[in-house]
């Protein structure tokens, strides 16, 4: 098994990761986000319709719409670092938004550019240069309506 097949496995196991969400992302874990699947190629995230992720208009705030959307694809790029030699750093360099519909549900986010991750990786350590590469999140409701879309253009560089 791969490390990006053993990280997947381990956001499957769900107090696992919950539990990581609590230590290194607190806003993630206490808005009640949730990574309903991750594969390969794709991922999605669900943020409920709550106080803490819900602003005065009675909608999600489009802050956390953007904390889940860049978890659906932060999430695949944490599955192709993990556990690279050498370590390959990540940062969010760019990210934009489009917002369709007034948010007033649950949400999920989707991102299925999981391999054009794994490539910009896979680059960076073979150049040793940094790498960025952008990938796409929409955000639907459960009846399948869009309500935004986000564009996170991510850098990857290995550490030496």
């Known amino acids: 098994m791969d490390n990006s097949q053993e990280f997947r496995q381990t956001v499957n196991k769900k107090l696992k990761f919950k539990l990581f969400m609590l230590k290194s992302l607190p806003a993630a874990f206490f808005s009640g986000l949730d990574v309903n699947k991750i594969t390969e190629s794709g991922a999605e995230v669900s943020i409920p319709f709550k106080f803490l992720t819900k602003n005065p208009f009675k909608s999600v705030y489009f802050a956390s719409q ?3 959307a860049e978890l659906s694809t932060g999430v695949l790029a944490l599955s192709y670092i993990y556990k690279k030699k050498p370590r390959v750093s990540m940062l969010v360099f760019n990210m934009r938004a489009e917002f369709v519909k007034k948010a007033k549900s649950k949400l999920v986010f989707s991102c299925q550019d999981g391999l054009k ?8 350590i073979e150049t040793g240069e ?3 590469v952008e990938a796409k999140s929409t955000g ?16 990857f560089k290995p550490v030496t």
């Open 117 to 124: 991750i794994k490539e910009a990786v896979e680059k960076s």
């Open 140 to 155: 639907k409701t459960k009846e399948g309506e869009i309500v935004s879309e986000f564009y996170f253009t991510w850098t």
């Open 66 to 68: 953007a904390m889940a």
């Open 130 to 132: 940094g790498i960025t």
